[in-house]
């Protein structure tokens, strides 16, 4: 079974809209904080959007205003609403997962210390 599974991507013309999901596997449960990176064209990965255990949110300032974390612990599943897209936008964009970090720390949190990653789902934004 895959960790994180990553759905939702696609193409979308500036100032549309979408929304990403992630699928955790059962043993990622509420007490995990997750949350969404991307990599656009030769750039490194970069962490745009976190929420953590408590439900405490945190953005980059890219995308602050525009995107939206949200999980639902039923379904054990984290999403990525992006609204009003630039083509700036465009970028594989990943979900990961880590045990017991606060939204305050885990933007900056190392990326090699998340215990689980996605695949990755790629979002084109077009002009």
């Known amino acids: 079974q895959a960790q994180l599974v990553e759905s939702g991507g696609g193409s979308v013309q500036a100032g549309g809209s979408l929304r990403l999901s992630c699928a955790a596997a059962e043993y990622i449960n509420s007490r995990y904080s997750m949350g969404w990176f991307r990599r656009a064209p030769e750039k490194e990965r970069e962490a745009i959007a976190v929420?953590?255990?408590?439900?405490?949110?945190n953005y980059a300032h890219s995308v602050r205003g525009r995107f939206t974390i949200s999980k639902d612990n039923a379904a054990n599943t984290l999403y990525l609403q992006m609204n009003y897209l630039k083509p700036e936008d465009t970028a594989v964009y990943y979900c990961?997962?880590?045990?017991?970090?606060?939204?305050?720390?885990?933007?900056?949190?190392?990326?090699?210390?998340?215990?689980?990653w996605g695949q990755g789902t790629q979002v084109t934004v077009s002009s």
């Open positions: 929420i953590d255990y408590n439900g405490i949110t």
């Open positions: 990961a997962a880590e045990d017991d970090l606060l939204a305050s720390q885990a933007l900056a949190w190392p990326q090699t210390l998340w215990t689980f």
